[in-house]
Structures are given as C-alpha cells and as structure tokens.
C-alpha cells in the first residue's frame, strides 16, 4: 500500500513539473484570440462553440436562428431589391442556413403594410428582421418597440442613434466612395469623347437621375461628380429627380430629358432599368447603380457602383449568435467588401480606366483619399467652413448640430451610418420640380 502510494506520488509530482514548465514557456500576457473567444492570464475561456482545429476559428452554431427579410419591392423587378436578395442567397448558403431559416417578404410598401409584416416576421419566429427601404423605418422601430427580444436591423435609416432603441439598428456602406470611383469611369468617358472631337471641353455635361432630394442621393451624386471632375476639369452636371424610387416611366423620360438638355453622360441614384434602356436606345454612356446593366446597354453600359450587403448580413447574424450588441450605426466599405463596383465594360470604356479604378480602390483603402475634401469643391463660390454642421441626429426641424469637417474634409457617415451630406456644390444643377 506504501509503495502504491509513493508511486502516486511521485506520478503527481512529475504532474506538476510538467504544468509548471509549460507555463514558463508562455508568454504571461499573451492574449489567445480564436475570432470569438479570448482567454487572457492563463484563465481558461467559456467555450460552448466547436473549435476548427485547421484554421483555429470558433464554427457558431445557427441551428437556432431565424432571419425575416422586408424588402420595397420584388427582386424581379427591382435591381435595389434583387442587390438584396443576392446578398441574402449569399449569406444563405455561406452560413449554412436552411431555407425555413430565411423568410423573405417582397413588395412592402413604405407603410403600414410594412409593420404588419414585421409583426408577421415575429410570429413566425424570427429572431432577426431586416428592412431594406429607407421608408420602412418609422414601422420596423414601431414593432422593435413592441417586440424587444427581436433584433430589428434597417437599411439606409438615419433614426437608431436618436430613437436609442437597444434592438432598432441602422447600417449602410460607403456608397459615396464607389460612387466616386464610378465617377473617375465617367469622367475617362468624357475625356475620350472630347479626344475624339464629338464636343468640346466646355460642353462636357453629365446627367443624373435621381429618386428624391434626400441627403443619401445627394451624397451619391456629389461624390460621382466629385470623381469625373477629378479626372474631367471642365465637366459639369444636371440632376432630375423622379420623386419615386422605383419608377421605370419617369426614370426613362428623366434620361431622355437629361439628353436632350445636352447631356453627354447619363447616371442614376434610382432602381428601375429605365434610365439604362433609353441611354441604350439614344447612343449615349452610362453608369449605373446595384446590377451591371451591360446586357441592357452592351454598347453604352460602362460600369455600376453598388453595396454588397453580406458582409452586415453576416455581421448581425454572427452577433446575435454569440449574444453580442449590433452596432446601433454599422457602415462598411471598401475593406470590408460592402462597396463594390459590377466589371467594366472595357469594349465602352476609355482606354487606362482598370489602372485608374485600381489606383483609387487602394487609395481608399489606405485611408489616402477622402472624396469631400474640402481643397475639391466649393459652394456658392466658397470653401466650406472648418465649423460647417450637419443634421446628423435628425429631428423635426433637420437642425444642423454636428461639426462635420475634419482635417479638411466632410467627414461623411462618420457620425451616423446614413450620409449627411445635403449640400448643391457649385458645377452641379439640381432643380426640385413640383
């Protein structure tokens, strides 16, 4: 029994030698970070979720989630809305997701139609709903009001940092720097035609057709004439709003107006192919918005800017699955693959223009290039003022109350994920009309 116990003991020991050396042979402060978890001091992490051995990751288990989609329109008809529903069959098949998991909702009108649906999305057991149409908003916090163990994520709202709703969330991406880059193509367009003597420099105007006065297309269609003018000094711009979202008539008969106002370049902030058909019809280049419109246009079709929505979709989900809080105001870019652009179509565009649209991605990226630098534009024939403010938590009066120039930029969806920006710079006419 003695020598039973001795061997024990000596066995324990040997125990002990052995822990002890593999700890003095770690760091004392290394952090172990597998993505998820984090174990720091040599205490061991809660770990409920299965470890990939091969790339060290935490595989999230979403047996238990159930995701509702609201979208303004169907994908069929809607290029906004199908940009939507690729994202959602991305995530969809990247996650796993059975197709009981998902539930889409098409063709929800900006109206009460649009929280009956999410109540719908509630009862059916959705532990997250998403909507995709700036007009949803006002009802999906109505039902996040009333429904607080739901995670209710909207697309293009400007209201969750004023609401503070712990479950209401706003997200976006930084279109305006796609739409930038989309500028740059448009801008190399022009110049070829100027080259090829179809006009001169001082009658190169763009056209652009957008669907309200809103600050979100303001902000896209500064930043796309901030990016031609970049490369065309001398260009110029007239915008056309429909007052509709999705209007494939008016959308069309906008661009046909824009053209024959002299227009040499057409592109859109609005969700219909009407703008692209009738650019194809007249012989007159075009950029788009969220689809590469090149079958539409093979021969006037140059490129699209559009948000690629996994990359947030992904996000919520994975939030809610670890128990973690979504971002109140979530905006991606061009690092986190949310801002895209669609191929170009290199038999329309101008001779350099991947190298130029390369060189702008990775200056982007590198933090080098901000679209509204101040040094870039003015209004009114002035420089905007270092203590220019902005209505960036929205009330009733849209009172401006956030300094938004930075460093000698506007710092747009810095604040807030929705853009602020809502300013006519001089070189651009945009007439509200009715």
Same mark, same amino acid.
């Given at each position: 029994?003695?020598?039973?116990?001795?061997?024990?003991?000596?066995?324990?020991?040997?125990?002990?030698?052995?822990?002890?050396?593999?700890?003095?042979?770690?760091?004392?402060?290394?952090?172990?970070?597998?993505?998820?978890?984090?174990?720091?001091?040599?205490?061991?992490?809660?770990?409920?979720?299965?470890?990939?051995?091969?790339?060290?990751?935490?595989?999230?288990?979403?047996?238990?989630?159930?995701?509702?989609?609201?979208?303004?329109?169907?994908?069929?008809?809607?290029?906004?809305?199908?940009?939507?529903?690729?994202?959602?069959?991305?995530?969809?098949?990247?996650?796993?997701?059975?197709?009981?998991?998902?539930?889409?909702?098409?063709?929800?009108?900006?109206?009460?139609?649009?929280?009956?649906?999410?109540?719908?999305?509630?009862?059916?057991?959705?532990?997250?709903?998403?909507?995709?149409?700036?007009?949803?908003?006002?009802?999906?916090?109505? =039902?996040?009001?009333?429904?607080?163990?739901?995670?209710?994520?909207?697309?293009?709202?400007?209201?969750?940092?004023?609401?503070?709703?712990?479950?209401?969330?706003?997200?976006?991406?930084?279109?305006?720097?796609?739409?930038?880059?989309?500028?740059?193509?448009?801008?190399?367009?022009?110049?070829?035609?100027?080259?090829?003597?179809?006009?001169?420099?001082?009658?190169?105007?763009?056209?652009?057709?957008?669907?309200?006065?809103?600050?979100?297309?303001?902000?896209?269609?500064?930043?796309?004439?901030?990016?031609?003018?970049?490369?065309?000094?001398?260009?110029?711009?007239?915008?056309?709003?429909?007052?509709?979202?999705?209007?494939?008539?008016?959308?069309?008969? /906008?661009?046909?107006?824009?053209?024959?106002?002299?227009?040499?370049?057409? +592109? /859109?902030? =609005?969700? +219909?192919?009407?703008?692209?058909?009738?650019?194809?019809?007249?012989?007159?280049?075009?950029?788009?918005?969220?689809?590469?419109?090149?079958?539409?246009?093979?021969?006037?079709?140059?490129? +699209?800017?559009?948000?690629?929505?996994?990359?947030?979709?992904?996000?919520?989900?994975?939030?809610?699955?670890?128990?973690?809080?979504?971002?109140?105001?979530?905006?991606?870019?061009?690092?986190?693959?949310?801002?895209?652009?669609?191929?170009?179509?290199?038999?329309?565009?101008?001779?350099?223009?991947?190298?130029?649209?390369?060189?702008?991605?990775?200056?982007?990226?590198?933090?080098?290039?901000?679209?509204?630098?101040?040094?870039?534009?003015?209004?009114?024939?002035?420089?905007?003022?270092?203590?220019?403010?902005?209505?960036?938590?929205?009330?009733?009066?849209?009172?401006?109350?956030?300094?938004?120039?930075?460093?000698?930029?506007?710092?747009?969806?810095?604040?807030? +994920?929705?853009?602020?920006?809502?300013?006519?710079?001089?070189?651009?006419?945009?007439?509200?009309?009715?």
């Amino acid at each position: 029994m003695k020598k039973t116990l001795k061997i024990l003991a000596l066995v324990l020991s040997l125990c002990m030698v052995v822990a002890c050396f593999a700890a003095c042979n770690n760091d004392a402060d290394e952090t172990l970070t597998d993505g998820n978890v984090v174990a720091t001091d040599g205490d061991a992490a809660d770990v409920s979720e299965d470890v990939s051995a091969d790339a060290g990751e935490v595989a999230l288990d979403y047996s238990d989630i159930k995701v509702g989609f609201i979208f303004l329109h169907a994908p069929t008809d809607s290029t906004y809305d199908k940009n939507f529903m690729n994202a959602v069959e991305e995530v969809q098949a990247t996650l796993g997701l059975t197709n009981d998991q998902v539930i889409v909702m098409s063709d929800i009108a900006e109206s009460e139609a649009c929280y009956e649906a999410a109540m719908d999305l509630v009862d059916q057991g959705c532990n997250i709903i998403f909507g995709d149409s700036f007009g949803h908003e006002d009802y999906l916090i109505q =039902a996040a009001q009333e429904c607080p163990d739901v995670q209710f994520c909207h697309a293009t709202g400007d209201s969750a940092l004023a609401e503070n709703i712990p479950n209401f969330h706003n997200a976006f991406a930084s279109i305006y720097e796609g739409r930038y880059v989309a500028g740059i193509v448009a801008g190399m367009k022009i110049n070829e035609m100027i080259e090829n003597g179809e006009f001169t420099a001082e009658e190169a105007k763009m056209g652009y057709v957008g669907a309200f006065p809103y600050a979100e297309v303001i902000s896209g269609y500064t930043s796309f004439y901030l990016g031609a003018r970049s490369v065309c000094p001398t260009v110029t711009m007239e915008v056309k709003y429909t007052n509709s979202w999705f209007d494939i008539d008016a959308e069309r008969t /906008q661009a046909i107006a824009l053209i024959e106002s002299g227009c040499k370049l057409i +592109s /859109q902030h =609005a969700d +219909s192919e009407g703008a692209p058909k009738a650019c194809e019809e007249y012989g007159v280049p075009n950029v788009a918005y969220n689809v590469n419109t090149t079958d539409m246009g093979p021969t006037t079709a140059l490129i +699209s800017s559009k948000i690629n929505w996994a990359p947030y979709m992904t996000y919520m989900i994975d939030c809610v699955v670890k128990g973690e809080a979504i971002d109140t105001d979530w905006c991606g870019g061009f690092n986190t693959g949310s801002v895209e652009l669609t191929e170009l179509n290199t038999a329309v565009a101008a001779e350099g223009t991947q190298e130029a649209i390369d060189a702008a991605i990775a200056a982007f990226k590198a933090g080098e290039l901000h679209v509204y630098d101040t040094a870039t534009f003015t209004v009114n024939g002035e420089a905007l003022a270092e203590d220019f403010q902005a209505d960036v938590v929205p009330d009733a009066a849209y009172t401006p109350d956030t300094d938004v120039v930075l460093d000698g930029y506007f710092a747009e969806s810095e604040f807030r +994920s929705a853009p602020y920006f809502s300013i006519i710079i001089d070189g651009i006419t945009a007439v509200v009309e009715g």
